[in-house]
């Protein structure tokens, strides 16, 4: 018999002989008076002249540490909030309640009643006139100093990972915090938050490929939304002048440390605003929530130091490619220099991808990954962003951003397009222009185009990943890592 199986079969014993003698497992009558974290601030109150019994509490929380004795017991407990010492006398609980405790493991949800006092070593402790079984544990946690190392058994096994790793349960809530200031930082300038449709009849607003699904009583396909872009700018035209949404997206795509089939992304649109206004709301929102939650807009991520400090820096898409990625701007200037510079750089396009889907290739070659600091990329290629407004002065590109930070693109945005003869053309071209990619899908959204001739006001609208804004601000490597239950093969495979 393997060692776990050994331990497990140990464990069921004990639960056994618990249940024989009356107690039970799985109780729901246990109400602490306190949480740990309520506790902890009174240490300065106890002393050595504190009366015994004249702080009285009752917590519950499960049992990381236990030391056994013969007749005296300490262990250390945990619940949300923190983590405090428990000691455990015979003579104060009684030998019926002592042998009840000696079966408990670490892992075991348990409750005492009792009261604070400090011991020899200073710490605050609790002195147990009561015990109660909650929860018995059947699983071992894993060992103390070795703790749960496999990182796909920490993505599988999460709730395993929470228990043990403290930087773990502190990760996500910061990511519920982070949630939280980007909500209270939208609201606060005048942002409605609403919800759009998760099964949509079109996928668009991006370009992926979705998950498909059939509705039996409507007998029709609908897809996992892969962005809720288009029916958030129905709402301008409705009438809603500044809306969001924080919700999945779906995309039927790979997974890599950036990628997740299903993530959280916020949305944001604003009438009567350009891209230019998004910029300078970008960088005032997430130097604000990094300094909350970091305490600091220079942080620190994989090892790099990453000023969030305003103002970031701005690029076109053709300075970067000469500034960073070392492109001359003769080579730029000339259709075909950059399709020869982008053969030669390895790059494969479609037979029908123009110049622009060239420059934007090269981007992500050679500059991406360069630009550490904050950094805006403007004026992309028109070929490559269908739903952005053309730029007036050159039609060749459109008023879009995208926001680099350690490499990464966080967000993307642009002055939004409705124009709804211009958008139908693009949608057209989109779909003439798909070849063999398979992840662009070949619908025209009639609705959409409807939707804008009746009139959308002029607006800008960006999208950011929540995901990925959490991992730069908690140093997180991969995007499993702040995802509480992450997409991953079948165990079986």
């Known amino acids: 018999m393997s060692e776990t199986n050994q331990v497990l079969k140990q464990r069921r014993q004990k639960a056994d002989d618990l249940a024989e003698l009356g107690v039970a497992l799985y109780s729901n009558e246990f109400k602490p008076s306190h949480r740990i974290s309520d506790i902890l601030p009174l240490a300065g109150k106890i002393t050595a002249e504190t009366s015994p019994g004249s702080h009285p509490v009752k917590v519950a929380g499960r049992i990381l540490a236990l030391r056994k004795f013969g007749k005296a017991s300490f262990l250390h407990i945990q619940d949300e909030s923190g983590k405090i010492q428990i000691y455990v006398q015979r003579d104060s609980v009684g030998v019926d309640q002592y042998s009840i405790f000696k079966k408990f493991d670490i892992g075991d949800i348990v409750g005492f009643s009792g009261s604070l006092f400090k011991t020899k070593t200073d710490e605050l402790t609790i002195n147990a006139d009561k015990i109660t079984t909650i929860t018995k544990s059947l699983r071992p946690l894993p060992e103390k100093f070795h703790g749960l190392t496999d990182v796909e058994t920490r993505y599988r096994q999460r709730y395993v990972d929470l228990i043990v790793n403290p930087e773990v349960r502190d990760t996500f809530r910061k990511r519920v915090e982070i949630i939280r200031l980007v909500r209270d930082f939208l609201v606060n300038r005048g942002f409605m938050e609403v919800e759009t449709p998760m099964m949509q009849p079109i996928a668009g607003g991006a370009t992926a490929k979705p998950f498909q699904t059939h509705h039996n009583a409507l007998d029709m396909d609908l897809y996992l939304r892969i962005a809720p872009e288009l029916y958030l700018k129905r709402l301008l035209v409705g009438g809603f002048e500044r809306v969001f949404e924080i919700n999945r997206n779906f995309r039927n795509e790979g997974l890599s440390t950036r990628h997740n089939p299903e993530f959280t992304m916020l949305e944001f649109y604003q009438a009567y605003a350009t891209y230019h206004d998004l910029m300078d709301l970008t960088e005032e929102m997430v130097s604000w929530i990094a300094a909350e ?68 290739e090269l981007f992500e070659l050679l500059v991406e990954e360069k630009l550490i600091d904050p950094t805006f990329i403007t004026e992309y290629p028109t ?22 930070i350690t490499g990464r693109e966080i967000a993307n945005a642009f002055s939004e397009l409705n124009d709804p003869v211009d958008q139908r053309q693009r949608f057209e071209k989109q779909i003439a222009e798909r070849g063999d ?51 991953l093969r079948s165990e079986s495979k």
Request: hydrophobic share 40%; glycine share 8%; no cysteine.
């Open 437 to 487: 990619d398979d992840e662009i899908f070949p619908v025209l959204d009639e609705d959409y185009v409807r939707a804008l001739e009746y009139g959308m006001p002029p607006a800008a609208g960006e999208g950011i990943g929540i995901d990925r804004l959490v991992m730069l601000l908690t140093d997180s490597p991969s995007i499993r890592d702040v995802i509480l239950f992450p997409h």
């Open 383 to 404: 070929e490559v962003s269908p739903l952005a407004r053309r730029n007036e002065e050159n039609p060749e590109v459109t008023d879009r951003f995208e926001l680099f």
């Open 293 to 360: 939650v970091t305490g600091s807009m220079v942080i620190t991520y994989g090892g790099q130091e990453v000023d969030l400090s305003p103002p970031w820096k701005r690029y076109t898409i053709e300075e970067a490619l000469v500034e960073v990625g070392g492109v001359t701007a003769e080579t730029l200037a000339d259709p075909d220099k950059v399709m020869a510079l982008a053969k030669e750089k390895g790059i494969k396009l479609q037979p029908q991808a123009g110049v622009g889907k060239a420059k934007t």
